[in-house]
């Protein structure tokens, strides 16, 4: 009977395995989710989120209910005659990753039958005190017990912390606890009102009188014949110690019980059960006997208190369901490394230190980018680490002398200086002009407007063949500011459409022509023009930034 039931739950297990193995995990929770933080640590949730302190909040995790049913038996001084029902119910919490809490409250009934013959029960009432006379009259012990009991337990778990993978679809853990439990044992000790005396002489005489010792070719057959002779009526109360207290006018015990299972992940809500839990009340009457006899054959020499305790076992498969609002999922069920693995593989918390790219010349653009490696120190650069030639003569700035060279001046010497023609007109003009009366006088004359499609920012072709002109018109006159103006600002989205097409205008004359940004005056939202053009003006005598912060960047369009 006993292998039969191992088999079938060794079954249960694979069937439950293979499951949970086809089973659907959710990810891990979002270490940055206050609503799953309790109060008392949220301070903790705000440190970390600020950076201060490295370690995320525990989290609210949800509650455990579940119920086991399966086979319970006695260990005792008389026979557990076959495995017998048990069920409980409890309620687990988790404290961390590795240890929980549960409170268990358990029910078992059992059955119990010896199949030898005993003799030395004077002191046990249950037999005594039912006519049997131990000199001349042998019985056989039986029992049927109903057990209630009630425990915390300690529940450990390591099989969550996981290094390879995020999780897994089955728990193992063991646990241990103490509590209390009543206990109720019945004899089935006369057959109605009349003791089985002339029954168990009939069956002790075939017990004794056989060659094989037994009288029986087999247990089978005491059994049969023992089934058959009693009546089940379990009507004698077992023998109880007076000295122990009571509850519920049953006997009282403190009880310490230990035990092993395993969990299989069915979802994020439910999980199914196999567990062996071990109980020692500390009593020897859970089976209504106390006495050990020595002997052979059924005759029995001696006659003593046993030393040993009874317990009780239960062997069970269970159901268990995740309760909780705003809390993850119970924590023996998540990897607390998941945290630091995700963030190491894709960081989105982690404060990262600033990069430092190579910059081998030192000019300020990184060597992936640097068009001209090997720059001298202090040399001005573009946007390209190329050295600036302001008035394009082909000497670079740090080795002319001459840093704004008229183009009707050029070519100039090796240190850029230019050879200018003489002044063809009148000596007054000429005076004026060593005057200053129109010295740094900007003539760039007319510069093109340039137009834009729709909400679009990107230039067009024909924008860029403008703007290509316009730069070397530009150029040509290297002590010209240039204001580069966009209409439009009644609404935040004008505001920064406004700002996207000036910037992508300056931009395009900075790093496609190589103008310098210095050269430039940043306006836009301005009043007074067409909301699809940006105008390109001579910006001499005026002021300005050369640029300007997105005024709404969470706005901004072909980022």
């Not at 933080?37 to 949220?42: A, G, I, M, T």
């Not at 909040?57 to 086991?68: C, H, S, V, Y």
């Not at 268990?104 to 010896?114: C, E, I, V, W």
């Not at 004698?236 to 092993?260: H, M, W, Y």
Request: neutral net charge.
């Amino acid at each position: 009977m006993a292998s039969k039931k191992y088999v079938s739950i060794l079954s249960l297990s694979f069937l439950l395995a293979s499951a949970a193995s086809h089973a659907q995990l959710g990810g891990t929770y979002d270490v940055q989710d206050s609503s799953v933080v309790p109060s008392k640590r949220l301070p903790q949730h705000t440190e970390f989120m600020a950076n201060n302190y490295p370690y995320p909040a525990k989290p609210r995790n949800q509650w455990e209910l579940g119920l086991q049913v399966g086979t319970f038996g006695i260990s005792g001084d008389v026979r557990n005659r076959f495995p017998g029902l048990g069920a409980a119910i409890h309620a687990r919490k988790a404290l961390g990753y590795v240890f929980s809490l549960r409170g268990q409250l358990g029910f078992g009934t059992t059955k119990g039958l010896n199949f030898q013959p005993s003799s030395f029960y004077g002191k046990n009432p249950a037999w005594a005190a039912n006519g049997y006379n131990p000199a001349t009259d042998h019985v056989f012990y039986n029992y049927k017990t109903n057990v209630y009991d009630l425990s915390i337990q300690g529940v450990v778990t390591l099989s969550n912390i996981r290094f390879h993978k995020a999780k897994s679809s089955f728990n193992v853990y063991a646990f241990g606890g103490f509590g209390g439990m009543i206990y109720d044992t019945k004899i089935d000790a006369l057959n109605g009102s009349t003791p089985y005396i002339t029954e168990f002489a009939d069956i002790y005489n075939k017990y004794i009188n056989t060659a094989d010792g037994f009288g029986y070719k087999n247990r089978k057959d005491i059994k049969k014949d023992l089934k058959d002779k009693l009546d089940g009526s379990y009507e004698t109360e077992g023998q109880v110690d007076e000295s122990q207290p009571k509850l519920f006018d049953k006997p009282f015990r403190f009880i310490f019980n230990f035990g092993a299972g395993v969990q299989f992940k069915l979802n994020k809500k439910l999980s199914l059960a196999i567990e062996d839990k071990m109980t020692i009340p500390k009593t020897d009457l859970l089976d209504g006997n106390q006495w050990q006899e020595n002997g052979v054959a059924g005759v029995t020499t001696a006659t003593a208190q046993s030393r040993d305790f009874d317990t009780y076992n239960f062997l069970s498969v269970g159901i268990n369901v995740a309760l909780g609002n705003k809390a993850v999922e119970p924590l023996w069920w998540l990897n607390p490394l998941d945290y630091a693995y995700n963030e190491v593989n894709k960081p989105r918390h982690m404060k990262l230190p600033k990069p430092v790219l190579d910059d081998a010349d030192g000019d300020g653009i990184t060597d992936q980018f640097d068009q001209e490696p090997n720059t001298p120190a202090g040399a001005p650069v573009d946007s390209h680490g190329v050295s600036r030639d302001t008035d394009g003569d082909g000497v670079p700035d740090h080795k002319d002398k001459e840093l704004v060279t008229p183009t009707q001046c050029q070519p100039v010497d090796a240190d850029g200086v230019g050879k200018c023609p003489p002044p063809a007109c009148c000596d007054s003009l000429q005076k004026l002009i060593e005057e200053g009366g129109l010295k740094g006088k900007c003539k760039i004359g007319n510069l093109p407007s340039v137009t834009f499609k729709g909400k679009s920012v990107a230039l067009s072709n024909d924008a860029k063949a403008l703007l290509a002109a316009a730069a070397s018109q530009i150029k040509n006159n290297p002590d010209c500011k240039i204001a580069v103006i966009g209409y439009c600002s009644s609404s935040k989205s004008e505001q920064q459409l406004s700002w996207d097409r000036v910037n992508a205008v300056i931009s395009y004359l900075v790093d496609k022509e190589g103008i310098g940004q210095d050269r430039f005056i940043f306006k836009y939202g301005e009043a007074g023009g067409d909301c699809n053009t940006v105008d390109l003006q001579d910006g001499s005598g005026q002021e300005g930034p050369t640029t300007v912060p997105a005024p709404h960047p969470n706005l901004r369009r072909g980022r």
